[in-house]
Protein backbone atom coordinates (compact mmCIF):
# COMPACT_ATOMS: atom_id res chain seq x y z
CA UNK A 1 0.00 0.00 0.00
CA UNK A 2 2.58 2.16 -0.26
CA UNK A 3 1.81 3.79 -3.41
CA UNK A 4 -1.41 4.39 -2.45
CA UNK A 5 0.41 7.16 -0.24
CA UNK A 6 2.34 8.07 -2.64
CA UNK A 7 -0.23 9.31 -4.85
CA UNK A 8 -1.97 10.83 -1.89
CA UNK A 9 1.07 12.56 -0.37
CA UNK A 10 1.72 13.92 -3.92
CA UNK A 11 -1.79 15.15 -4.15
CA UNK A 12 -1.53 17.10 -0.40
CA UNK A 13 2.66 18.30 -0.98
CA UNK A 14 1.95 19.36 -4.49
CA UNK A 15 -0.94 19.13 -6.63
CA UNK A 16 -3.68 20.91 -3.93
CA UNK A 17 -1.12 24.20 -3.41
CA UNK A 18 -0.53 24.24 -7.08
CA UNK A 19 -4.31 24.23 -7.53
CA UNK A 20 -4.62 26.76 -5.32
CA UNK A 21 -2.40 29.21 -6.55
CA UNK A 22 -3.70 28.36 -9.98
CA UNK A 23 -7.05 29.33 -9.09
CA UNK A 24 -6.19 31.79 -6.57
CA UNK A 25 -8.55 29.72 -3.38
CA UNK A 26 -8.84 32.17 -0.19
CA UNK A 27 -8.87 28.88 1.55
CA UNK A 28 -7.44 25.28 1.02
CA UNK A 29 -11.07 23.57 1.40
CA UNK A 30 -12.25 25.23 -2.26
CA UNK A 31 -9.32 22.89 -3.89
CA UNK A 32 -10.73 20.08 -5.69
CA UNK A 33 -10.46 16.94 -4.72
CA UNK A 34 -11.41 13.28 -5.88
CA UNK A 35 -14.30 11.94 -4.45
CA UNK A 36 -14.34 8.64 -6.27
CA UNK A 37 -13.91 6.55 -8.93
CA UNK A 38 -16.75 4.55 -10.48
CA UNK A 39 -15.68 1.52 -12.63
CA UNK A 40 -19.36 0.76 -14.50
CA UNK A 41 -19.69 -2.13 -17.56
CA UNK A 42 -23.06 -2.35 -19.46
CA UNK A 43 -23.52 -5.56 -20.66
CA UNK A 44 -26.59 -6.06 -22.70
CA UNK A 45 -25.49 -8.98 -24.31
CA UNK A 46 -26.03 -10.46 -20.71
CA UNK A 47 -29.44 -10.89 -21.88
CA UNK A 48 -28.53 -13.60 -24.51
CA UNK A 49 -25.82 -15.38 -22.03
CA UNK A 50 -25.82 -15.63 -18.43
CA UNK A 51 -22.17 -16.49 -17.66
CA UNK A 52 -21.01 -12.84 -18.95
CA UNK A 53 -22.10 -11.23 -15.80
CA UNK A 54 -20.33 -13.83 -13.93
CA UNK A 55 -17.15 -13.65 -16.04
CA UNK A 56 -17.49 -9.69 -15.59
CA UNK A 57 -17.92 -9.57 -12.39
CA UNK A 58 -15.15 -11.60 -11.66
CA UNK A 59 -12.67 -9.85 -13.91
CA UNK A 60 -14.14 -6.15 -12.54
CA UNK A 61 -13.15 -7.38 -8.83
CA UNK A 62 -9.60 -8.71 -9.83
CA UNK A 63 -9.01 -5.44 -11.67
CA UNK A 64 -10.22 -3.67 -8.85
CA UNK A 65 -9.28 -5.24 -5.93
CA UNK A 66 -13.12 -4.93 -4.79
CA UNK A 67 -15.88 -6.94 -4.71
CA UNK A 68 -17.89 -5.53 -7.77
CA UNK A 69 -21.83 -5.89 -7.76
CA UNK A 70 -24.40 -6.62 -10.74
CA UNK A 71 -26.66 -3.94 -12.26
CA UNK A 72 -29.94 -4.75 -13.18
CA UNK A 73 -32.39 -3.44 -14.98
CA UNK A 74 -35.20 -1.15 -13.90
CA UNK A 75 -37.90 -1.93 -16.79
CA UNK A 76 -39.00 -4.42 -19.14
CA UNK A 77 -38.00 -3.47 -22.96
CA UNK A 78 -38.90 -6.07 -25.42
CA UNK A 79 -37.33 -4.27 -28.14
CA UNK A 80 -34.22 -5.56 -26.19
CA UNK A 81 -35.87 -9.18 -24.75
CA UNK A 82 -35.15 -7.15 -21.84
CA UNK A 83 -37.04 -7.90 -18.16
CA UNK A 84 -37.30 -5.62 -15.48
CA UNK A 85 -34.79 -7.07 -12.58
CA UNK A 86 -32.48 -8.77 -15.38
CA UNK A 87 -28.72 -8.56 -14.96
CA UNK A 88 -27.33 -6.27 -17.19
CA UNK A 89 -23.66 -4.87 -16.02
CA UNK A 90 -21.38 -4.56 -13.35
CA UNK A 91 -19.68 -1.83 -11.33
CA UNK A 92 -17.51 -0.69 -9.00
CA UNK A 93 -17.02 2.70 -6.99
CA UNK A 94 -13.95 2.96 -5.38
CA UNK A 95 -13.03 5.76 -2.53
CA UNK A 96 -9.81 6.91 -0.64
CA UNK A 97 -7.02 4.48 -0.46
CA UNK A 98 -8.67 1.82 -3.14
CA UNK A 99 -9.51 4.88 -5.31
CA UNK A 100 -5.35 6.56 -5.80
CA UNK A 101 -4.37 2.92 -5.95
CA UNK A 102 -6.30 2.05 -8.80
CA UNK A 103 -5.81 5.34 -10.41
CA UNK A 104 -1.88 5.03 -9.72
CA UNK A 105 -2.26 1.50 -11.89
CA UNK A 106 -4.36 2.90 -14.15
CA UNK A 107 -2.41 5.86 -15.27
CA UNK A 108 1.34 4.23 -14.81
CA UNK A 109 0.48 0.45 -16.19
CA UNK A 110 -3.16 0.02 -18.07
CA UNK A 111 -3.33 3.53 -20.54
CA UNK A 112 0.31 2.95 -22.15
CA UNK A 113 -0.66 -1.05 -22.73
CA UNK A 114 -3.34 0.80 -25.30
CA UNK A 115 -2.25 -0.01 -29.11
CA UNK A 116 -1.80 3.01 -30.92
CA UNK A 117 -1.96 5.10 -27.52
CA UNK A 118 -1.98 8.61 -28.18
CA UNK A 119 -3.96 10.51 -25.12
CA UNK A 120 -7.09 10.68 -23.90
CA UNK A 121 -10.07 12.75 -24.94
CA UNK A 122 -10.71 16.21 -22.61
CA UNK A 123 -14.37 15.90 -22.72
CA UNK A 124 -16.19 16.64 -19.25
CA UNK A 125 -19.57 16.96 -17.98
CA UNK A 126 -19.86 20.53 -17.35
CA UNK A 127 -19.63 19.96 -13.48
CA UNK A 128 -16.03 18.85 -13.32
CA UNK A 129 -16.17 14.86 -13.73
CA UNK A 130 -14.68 12.89 -15.90
CA UNK A 131 -16.18 9.42 -17.86
CA UNK A 132 -13.02 7.78 -19.64
CA UNK A 133 -14.48 4.73 -22.01
CA UNK A 134 -11.81 2.05 -22.58
CA UNK A 135 -12.47 -0.54 -25.30
CA UNK A 136 -11.06 -3.99 -24.03
CA UNK A 137 -10.03 -5.05 -20.53
CA UNK A 138 -7.20 -6.63 -21.47
CA UNK A 139 -5.06 -3.69 -20.89
CA UNK A 140 -4.90 -4.47 -17.11
CA UNK A 141 -2.30 -6.39 -16.29
CA UNK A 142 -4.78 -8.58 -13.42
CA UNK A 143 -6.67 -9.76 -16.69
CA UNK A 144 -4.70 -13.13 -18.18
CA UNK A 145 -4.94 -12.59 -22.16
CA UNK A 146 -5.33 -16.66 -22.11
CA UNK A 147 -8.60 -17.32 -19.96
CA UNK A 148 -10.31 -14.35 -22.40
CA UNK A 149 -13.35 -15.56 -24.32
CA UNK A 150 -14.97 -11.75 -25.17
CA UNK A 151 -13.65 -8.64 -24.77
CA UNK A 152 -15.56 -6.17 -22.90
CA UNK A 153 -15.17 -2.41 -22.81
CA UNK A 154 -15.71 -0.04 -19.62
CA UNK A 155 -16.25 2.94 -18.85
CA UNK A 156 -14.18 5.20 -15.44
CA UNK A 157 -16.08 8.02 -13.93
CA UNK A 158 -14.02 10.33 -12.35
CA UNK A 159 -15.73 12.35 -9.85
CA UNK A 160 -14.29 15.23 -8.41
CA UNK A 161 -15.65 18.28 -5.95
CA UNK A 162 -14.65 20.97 -8.81
CA UNK A 163 -17.45 23.09 -9.74
CA UNK A 164 -15.84 23.24 -13.04
CA UNK A 165 -14.69 21.76 -15.69
CA UNK A 166 -11.99 23.44 -16.25
CA UNK A 167 -10.80 22.77 -12.58
CA UNK A 168 -11.48 19.43 -12.59
CA UNK A 169 -9.16 19.28 -15.61
CA UNK A 170 -6.70 21.30 -13.53
CA UNK A 171 -6.71 18.46 -10.98
CA UNK A 172 -6.95 15.47 -13.09
CA UNK A 173 -4.04 16.54 -15.40
CA UNK A 174 -2.05 17.04 -12.11
CA UNK A 175 -3.03 13.24 -11.00
CA UNK A 176 -1.26 11.93 -14.82
CA UNK A 177 -3.84 11.75 -16.58
CA UNK A 178 -2.34 11.85 -20.07
CA UNK A 179 -4.91 14.14 -22.11
CA UNK A 180 -4.40 14.39 -25.90
CA UNK A 181 -5.20 18.47 -26.28
CA UNK A 182 -4.21 21.00 -23.89
CA UNK A 183 -7.23 22.70 -22.59
CA UNK A 184 -6.15 26.82 -21.60
Request: glycine share 6%; net charge positive; no cysteine.
Amino acid sequence: MSNTANLKKEYTERIAPALKKQFNYSSSMQVPVLKKIVINQGLGIATADKKIIDVALNELTAITGQKAVVTVSRKDVSNFKLRKKMPIGVMVTLRRERMYEFLERLVRVALPRIRDFKGIESKFDGRGNYTLGIQEQIIFPEINIDTIDRLLGMNITFVTSAPTDEEGYALLKEFGLPFKNAKN
